[in-house]
């Protein structure tokens, strides 16, 4: 079925070769791109949640204090 459609596009097996591997990626990153989770709370995030980085200042802001 996919193949059907892309030899109707016109242009050789390169043109075909091109056009459905940029569908395919298009389409994998869908979820991507329509995410709605706050930064750092999706798995390929960089980012700290706010709430890991509040209890960590507070961890340590207890550390110190426990060491005067």
């Not at 990153?29 to 209890?55: N, Y």
């Amino acid at each position: 079925m996919i193949r059907q459609l892309l030899q109707k596009i016109p242009g050789g097996t390169n043109v075909q070769a091109f056009v459905g591997t940029s569908i395919l990626l298009g389409l994998c990153a869908i979820p991507v791109f329509l995410k709605d989770t706050k930064a750092g709370h999706d798995l390929f995030s960089q980012e700290k949640p706010q709430a890991i980085v509040d209890s960590e200042s507070k961890l340590r802001k207890e550390y110190m204090d426990s060491k005067k």
